[in-house]
């Protein structure tokens, strides 16, 4: 499995593997949700919402394991780690309807140009506030 291969390589490799795969699991959520509900007739910007907790999560959890390797502190370093995604969720709402409303962008297009945003910031926020070494 690449997640146990992945134990043994350097935290810059692994941020970067772990990121990849949580990139494409985070581009993907938000798509499949919107895809699967399109036919309920749900406000696309309401789509978020699950995507964004179950992108985030799973987010987390393959950054402690995988990458930081921490133990024990789940519940403060979630709520650090999810505090980042708050903000940038929060950005997303406002966002979204920019870009689909706004600018006329589909708005699976527009939540994947949104979500470069969240993926080049968050290295700096995981190193420095979620994961930080005591």
């Known amino acids: 499995m690449v997640f146990e291969r992945l134990k043994n390589f350097d935290k810059q490799f692994r941020f970067l593997i772990v990121g990849g795969i949580n990139t494409i699991f985070g581009f993907s959520i938000y798509p499949l949700i919107y895809l699967l509900t399109r036919g309920f007739d749900i406000f ?28 024990g502190n789940h519940i403060r370093e979630y709520g650090k780690f999810s505090f980042f995604h708050v903000v940038m969720f929060t950005l997303n709402l406002l966002a979204l ?9 589909n708005p699976m297009i527009a939540q994947t140009m949104f979500s470069f945003l969240v993926v080049s910031t968050s290295y700096i926020w995981y190193q420095k506030i979620a994961f930080k070494n005591r």
């Open 97 to 105: 309807p920019l870009l689909v409303e706004g600018f006329g962008i």
């Open 44 to 71: 696309y910007v309401w789509v978020l919402v699950p995507s964004q907790i179950i992108a985030v999560s799973f987010s987390f959890a393959t950054y402690k394991y995988f990458v930081y390797k921490t133990s």
